[in-house]
Nanobody
Framework: QVQLVESGGGLVQAGGSLRLSCAVS????????MGWFRQAPGKEREFVAG????????SYVDSVKGRFTISRNGAKNTVYLQMNSLKPEDTAVYYC??????????????????WGQGTQVTVSS
């Protein structure tokens, strides 16, 4: 059974930074594409960033390009989301997800096989 545990959320002022971590249990971390999603109150869950199994291919939603960076550490079975220049509109619950595929991380929720419980990010103005 694969488990994903997010950490690193919190309250930060606009313009600040946070780094989210997602620890993945199991020995097959290297075969998963990983994604970060977020869901704000009253809104649908949206794709934020994705990274393929090798870490060589990444993708981002337009609203975070240049501000957020996704990365992964195979030795630690962990994927990260570095968030800089945070804005109040980034406030949401952030989820990491794992998809058993070798290609690009999907930007839709359905292809993902495993999800974390989420971590709250609140950006004050």
């Amino acid at each position: 059974q694969v488990q994903l545990v997010e950490s690193g959320g919190g309250l930060v002022q606009a313009g600040g930074s946070l780094r989210l971590s997602c620890a993945v249990s199991g020995r097959t971390f290297g075969t998963y594409a990983m994604g970060w999603f977020r869901q704000a109150p009253g809104k649908e869950r949206e794709f934020v960033a994705g990274i393929n199994w090798s870490g060589l291919s990444t993708s981002y939603v337009d609203s975070v390009k240049g501000r957020f960076t996704i990365s992964r550490n195979g030795a630690k079975n962990t994927v990260y989301l570095q968030m800089n220049s945070l804005k109040p509109e980034d406030t949401a619950v952030y989820y990491c997800a794992a998809a058993r595929r070798s290609g690009m991380a999907p930007e839709l929720s359905e292809p993902y096989d495993y999800w974390g419980q989420g971590t709250q990010v609140t950006v004050s103005s």
